[in-house]
């Protein structure tokens, strides 16, 4: 069972709350508004958010790997390759160190796991750490 205040569980409730979307729509909406926060919610929610978007993006284009740099965003691999959004360094620096904290990735160059439930279903991100760059391997897909 997830602590109600845990990241882990924080991230799924984005993930859950956005699986309708069709997230570059949502990403190009937010960038558009100027990335603006929804008035009375704390700072982790936009980068929780914004790896939800990211992470839901990649699955649904059934891709096997997405990476997300700081300063240059997000890659999503599978058929085809391709950026999406840039969003601001500071919450996609957030979102990743939250994604590591909740992989338990303690020390540089570390992999770790994340198990999400994606409707009637789970799956296993393998989140690694290369310098700057994340990669989220999404086997099964």
């Known amino acids: 069972m997830l602590d109600s205040d845990s990241p882990h569980k924080r991230l799924q409730e984005q ?8 997230p570059q729509a949502v990403l190009e909406q937010w ?14 929610e936009a980068p929780l958010k914004l790896m939800a978007l990211f992470i839901l993006e990649a699955i649904k ?3 096997v790997r997405l990476t997300v740099d700081k300063d240059k965003g997000a890659t999503i691999y599978g058929d085809k390759t391709y950026s999406l ?3 601001p360094p500071h919450f996609i620096a957030r979102g990743l160190e939250i994604l590591r904290e ?3 990735m303690d020390v540089p160059g570390s992999t770790g ?6 409707k009637n279903d789970s799956l296993e ?17």
């Not at 993930?15 to 069709?22: A, G, K, N």
């Not at 508004?33 to 929804?38: D, H, L, T, V, Y």
């Not at 796991?113 to 994606?118: E, F, N, T, W």
């Open 85 to 87: 959004e840039g969003a």
């Open 102 to 104: 909740i992989a338990g």
């Open 31 to 44: 960038k558009q508004a100027g990335w603006n926060e929804e008035p009375g919610t704390d700072g982790d």
């Open 15 to 22: 993930i859950d709350c956005q699986l309708e979307v069709t």
């Open 61 to 63: 284009e059934r891709s």
């Open 113 to 118: 796991k994340i198990v999400l439930g994606i």
């Open 125 to 141: 991100l393998i989140v690694q750490k290369q310098a700057g760059l994340h990669i989220i391997n999404i086997p099964g897909i």
